[in-house]
T-cell receptor, first 114, second 116 residues
Framework: AQSVTQLGSHVSVSEGALVLLRCNYS??????LFWYVQYPNQGLQLLLKYTTGATLVKGINGFEAEFKKSETSFHLTKPSAHMSDAAEYFC????????????FGSGTRLLVRP | GAVVSQHPSWVICKSGTSVKIECRSLDFQATTMFWYRQFPKQSLMLMAT?????????EQGVEKDKFLINHASLTLSTLTVTSAHPEDSSFYICSAHRGQNNQPQHFGDGTRLSIL
């Protein structure tokens, strides 16, 4: 069965520090992977996606993620955290049955210290 | 591009009232729309999948008579919470999909529903 695991329900970094949010997935077929961000009382905003092609994917707001098949990982990074990056981040994998459904991880709350 | 509008953003109503939430894709045709429920500090829980012109497919444990979904056009889906009770209070989020494999879901801003 497909699944998504996000290690760390909370990650705290200092402003200007590297952001690393971890995501591991399981899928029996080549996955489509997504990272979304959610600010309080809002819906989800797409940060980036991996479907095929280049394994290093660049997204909005300076975020990027690398698809590593051998590690079944799709970790999200940003070189320098900004206060405005504080939010909840969700990793998701598309379901294999062509229903366009997503399986979400449990989310990681990013805290940015001044 | 890929803007999804969800309305209302916030509603408070009395127990027993029915509440309708609208989800519109503003700049693309959405063959499929999804409805989620999110409890505080938790991930999204898929309630149902809505395909234009056909009946919605509900996830296990979701009462179809309680949560009525209509997807009458390629740009509009509605969720009606019928005879709402306090336990239905939650954050409801919709998303829309173009119907192509490599495309993401695009989300609305959610509706905070509070039943008194």
């Amino acid at each position: 069965a497909q699944s998504v695991t996000q290690l760390g329900s909370h990650v705290s970094v200092s402003e200007g520090a590297l952001v690393l949010l971890r995501c591991n997935y399981s899928s029996s077929v080549p996955p489509y992977l997504f990272w979304y961000v959610q600010y309080p009382n809002q819906g989800l905003q797409l940060l980036l996606k991996y479907t095929t092609g280049a394994t290093l994917v660049k997204g909005i707001n300076g975020f990027e993620a690398e698809f590593k098949k051998s590690e079944t990982s799709f970790h999200l990074t940003k070189p320098s955290a900004h206060m405005s990056d504080a939010a909840e981040y969700f990793c998701a994998v598309s379901v294999e049955d062509s229903s366009y459904k997503l399986i979400f991880g449990s989310g990681t709350r990013l805290l940015v210290r001044p | 591009g890929a803007v999804v509008s969800q309305h209302p953003s916030w509603v408070i109503c009395k127990s027993g009232t029915s509440v309708k939430i609208e989800c519109r894709s503003l700049d693309f045709q959405a063959t499929t729309m999804f409805w989620y429920r999110q409890f505080p500090k938790q991930s999204l829980m898929l309630m149902a999948t809505s395909n234009e012109g056909s009946k919605a497919t509900y996830e296990q444990g979701v009462e179809k008579d309680k949560f009525l979904i209509n997807h009458a056009s390629l740009t509009l889906s509605t969720l009606t919470v019928t005879s709402a009770h306090p336990e239905d209070s939650s954050f409801y989020i919709c998303s829309a999909h173009r119907g192509q494999n490599n495309q993401p879901q695009h989300f609305g801003d959610g509706t905070r529903l509070s039943i008194l």
